[in-house]
T-cell receptor
Framework: GESVGLHLPTLSVQEGDNSIINCAYS??????FIWYKQESGKGPQFIID?????DKRQGQRVTVLLNKTVKHLSLQIAATQPGDSAVYFC???????FGKGTRLSVIA | DAGVIQSPRHEVTEMGQEVTLRCKPI?????LFWYRQTMMRGLELLIY????????DSGMPEDRFSAKMPNASFSTLKIQPSEPRDSAVYFC????????????FGPGTRLTVT
């Protein structure tokens, strides 16, 4: 079955620097990959998705990269802000598996 | 729109009791998802509905768990009997056709079973 995991459970970044959150997957059946952000005490919030036939997609201050050769996904956040502090989840859609996430801490 | 509404926000119950969690999705959304989140297992999909019909319940832990969606604006997740290992935060999320994975999550119900 699908296995979507994260390389690092925690990540600390200086305010203003760029953040890169990595994610590996084992099942190639997914045709979408999705990133969510969860702030403390709240439900997850959709950030961005990418179709499996793309290798890059940009949003507002975020970029998702997909490398199907090595089955790797990353979320890049430009000019990280204190409000970006949260747990970030990646997921493939087949099946829809989120896992534990990566905690991003922004140091002011 | 008020977003996805869940009730109660907190529930404390004793082992063996029945627990019912409730969810009102965003109006117009035709997908509804139930998730469970724990420190050990992270965020797990339990079941999801499309147009009130259960599509995939493979994530439901066991027969003690059941979910219904009697109409487009209401869903329940029931645990009977509850056990301490069911303690978790349960989220409901909804989305609409064409943007299935752009899900809107509710605030969650924190369940504690003693």
């Amino acid at each position: 079955g699908e296995s979507v995991g994260l390389h690092l459970p925690t990540l600390s970044v200086q305010e203003g620097d760029n953040s890169i959150i990595n994610c590996a997957y084992s099942n190639s059946a997914s045709d979408y990959f999705i990133w969510y952000k969860q702030e403390s005490g709240k439900g997850p919030q959709f950030i961005i998705d990418i179709r499996s036939n793309m290798d890059k997609r940009q949003g507002q201050r975020v970029t998702v990269l997909l490398n199907k050769t090595v089955k790797h996904l990353s979320l890049q956040i430009a000019a990280t802000q204190p409000g970006d502090s949260a747990v970030y989840f990646c997921a493939g859609n087949t099946p829809l598996v989120f896992g534990k996430g990566t905690r991003l801490s922004v140091i002011a | 729109d008020a977003g996805v509404i869940q009730s109660p926000r907190h529930e404390v119950t004793e082992m063996g009791q029945e627990v019912t969690l409730r969810c009102k999705p965003i109006s117009g959304h035709d997908y509804l998802f139930w998730y469970r989140q724990t420190m050990m297992r992270g965020l797990e999909l339990l079941i999801y509905f499309n147009n009130n019909v259960p599509i995939d319940d493979s994530g439901m832990p066991e027969d003690r768990f059941s979910a219904k969606m009697p109409n487009a604006s209401f869903s329940t997740l029931k645990i009977q009997p509850s056990e301490p290992r069911d303690s978790a935060v349960y989220f409901c999320a909804s989305s609409h056709q064409g943007f299935v994975y752009e899900q809107y999550f509710g605030p969650g119900t924190r369940l504690t079973v003693t």
